[in-house]
């Protein structure tokens, strides 16, 4: 029984870069990196959704989210710091 080979996300990336740009036939490809074509062309299909995905409408909502989160955090961070403030004052005494 064969092990199952695990490949990298940077693995991923290159193989399927090169199969997005051409740079020759899946046959060719898939002996220059030891996979099977099927293999690429999967990786190539998941990149270019990827691609569609974040150059979609979905992008600037992530944007606001994570400034919505990063406010939500910062005012979390000055509750804190005044009560750190006011309980140092309050065994000070």
């Given at each position: 029984?064969?092990?199952?080979?695990?490949?990298?996300?940077?693995?991923?990336?290159?193989?399927?870069?090169?199969?997005?740009?051409?740079?020759?036939?899946?046959?060719?490809?898939?002996?220059?990196?030891?996979?099977?074509?099927?293999?690429?062309?999967?990786?190539?299909?998941?990149?270019?959704?990827?691609?569609?995905?974040g150059?979609?409408?979905?992008a600037?909502?992530?944007?606001?989210?994570?400034?919505?989160?990063?406010?939500?955090?910062?005012?979390?961070?000055?509750?804190?710091?005044?009560?750190?403030?006011?309980?140092?004052?309050?065994?000070d005494?």
């Amino acid at each position: 029984m064969a092990k199952r080979r695990n490949f990298s996300v940077d693995f991923k990336a290159k193989v399927a870069l090169s199969a997005i740009r051409g740079d020759g036939t899946m046959a060719e490809l898939a002996s220059r990196y030891d996979i099977h074509s099927n293999m690429i062309a999967k990786w190539k299909r998941q990149a270019l959704a990827g691609m569609k995905e974040g150059l979609g409408r979905n992008a600037p909502k992530a944007d606001n989210n994570r400034e919505a989160e990063i406010k939500t955090l910062q005012a979390k961070v000055g509750e804190l710091i005044v009560e750190r403030d006011f309980l140092s004052k309050a065994f000070d005494r």
